[in-house]
């Protein structure tokens, strides 16, 4: 959610700034909706300020014995009060139509991300490790070799789009979430937390979920949500808080299920594990001083990174132009790892600064200092990582001439084997 006063006094940045991301913000209808509204609270305050004058005023003119007066007053007063009365649900109808357009307006993107509308048009920034060379299978067929995913099993129970892990393919996924949770927990300094997997609609609304893309979430018979990534229930934790200075940057690390409709989509992300309505995340989140949130966006970045390199995976990181960032975002990078028998990059992590988009939402702020005014802290999120596709680059990646998978070192003790045998 962008300042109200930004909206009102730069209108045409505003503007220029929505169009950068292909989005027509209601910029015109905001104005509007707003000069009324600030008109309607003028009003509501000067019938609420002379209520006030004129009935200290009443006892006054009662122990003076000016009877008359008083009665004129107290007619006056009841008056107001019924006209405060009649202004005061015409204020509510404004703000609440104020707020639902301004839940509408995409985040500014910063001036270092790049011009652009689709993905096309986003910019390689650098690249890890080599591309692996020979020849690989996909993903699809070593896993029913190996027997780790039961495609068909995950069809039965839940319809297309899930899946079941069997055997030490169950075991990869435990064993990349503790991995994950473990090195950024112990080598990169966040603090572990494990949230619910179901939110409220105000959660969702927080941080930018809702009410755009609630077509692409699940919802349950008693108004919660299923989550679509730990970025909500974590960013919601401080909602409502002022933190002192001193204590940011918070940095959180969470796992959780995700869930996602992924309305619409179609083609061959639709095989095997590449796109899912229920997978597996490493959540990274962080609150952070303003003034430092593009160095913790690097940071960040560099944290999302380090488990690819741990992994020994080629990967590219690539800097998002401003049409395909999405609403929220005001500069992104795309960590995608190459997986060979795919044969193309495939995105597991998306690291972005949404300054205080998400925190006037959420409402909340740190004191710079003691006694200082409130502001609202910048929040950064980004995958740490997604596991699918994760597992797709490691089975594609390690799988040998033989059939089997070697396991990379920093998951061996996770995996209780070296290995992941070749069968028959």
């Known amino acids: 959610m962008l300042d109200r006063k930004l909206i009102r006094e730069n209108p045409e940045l505003v503007r220029a700034g929505a169009k950068r ?27 609420k ?61 910063h001036e270092s991300t790049p011009d652009g509308l689709t993905s096309e048009e986003n910019v390689e920034v650098r690249a890890w490790g080599e591309k692996p060379s020979g020849e690989f299978l996909p993903h699809q067929q070593i896993a029913e070799d190996l027997k780790i995913i039961d495609f068909a099993a995950g069809a039965k129970v ?3 789009g899930f899946v079941v892990y ?24 966040y603090y572990e937390v494990y949230p619910p997997a179901l939110v409220s609609s105000e959660s969702l609304t927080g941080t930018g979920n809702l009410p755009k893309f609630a077509e692409d979430l699940y919802k349950t018979s008693d108004d919660l949500w299923l989550v679509p990534t730990a970025e909500v229930p974590v960013t919601n934790l401080l909602r409502d808080e002022i933190l002192d200075g001193f204590q940011l940057p918070i940095k959180y690390a969470a796992y959780t299920p995700c869930f996602r409709r992924e309305a619409g989509a179609a083609g061959r992300d639709t095989r095997g594990i590449l796109r899912m309505h229920q997978f597996d995340k490493v959540e990274l989140v962080k609150y952070v001083h303003p003034n430092e949130s593009y160095n913790e966006l690097e940071l960040l970045t560099s944290d999302a990174e380090s488990i690819l390199q741990a992994l020994g995976l080629h990967y590219r990181v690539l800097l998002l132009c401003a049409g395909d960032m999405g609403d929220k975002g005001c500069k992104c990078y795309d960590l995608e790892v190459w997986a060979p028998g795919e044969e193309r990059y495939l995105e597991v992590s998306s690291c972005t600064n949404f300054e205080a988009f998400q925190s006037r939402r959420t409402n909340i702020r740190f004191r710079p200092e003691a006694g200082a005014a409130p502001e609202f ?25 033989d059939g089997g998978i070697t396991i990379p070192e920093p998951l061996r003790r996770y995996m209780g084997v070296d290995r992941i045998e070749p069968i028959g």
Request: glycine share 6%; net charge negative; charged share 25%.
């Open 21 to 47: 991301k292909g989005i027509d913000a209601p910029v015109d209808e905001f104005l509007q909706i707003d000069q009324e509204w600030r008109a309607s609270v003028q009003q509501l305050e000067q019938k």
């Open 377 to 401: 802290v910048h929040i950064l999120n980004g995958s740490g990582l997604a596991i699918p596709r994760l597992m797709v680059a490691l089975m594609e990646t390690y799988r040998e001439a």
């Open 166 to 189: 069997t055997g030490l393919g169950a075991k990869l996924v435990r064993a990349l979430i503790s991995f994950m949770l473990d090195f950024q927990t112990e080598r990169n300094g």
């Open 158 to 160: 839940s319809g297309s």
């Open 49 to 109: 300020a002379e209520s006030n004058s004129i009935s200290k005023s009443i006892g006054q003119l009662m122990s003076q014995g000016k009877t008359a007066e008083a009665e004129e007053a107290k007619a006056q007063t009841a008056q107001l009060k019924l006209d405060i009365k009649d202004l005061e649900p015409i204020e509510r109808e404004l703000e609440a139509k104020l707020h639902k357009l301004e839940l509408q307006f995409p985040n500014m993107p």
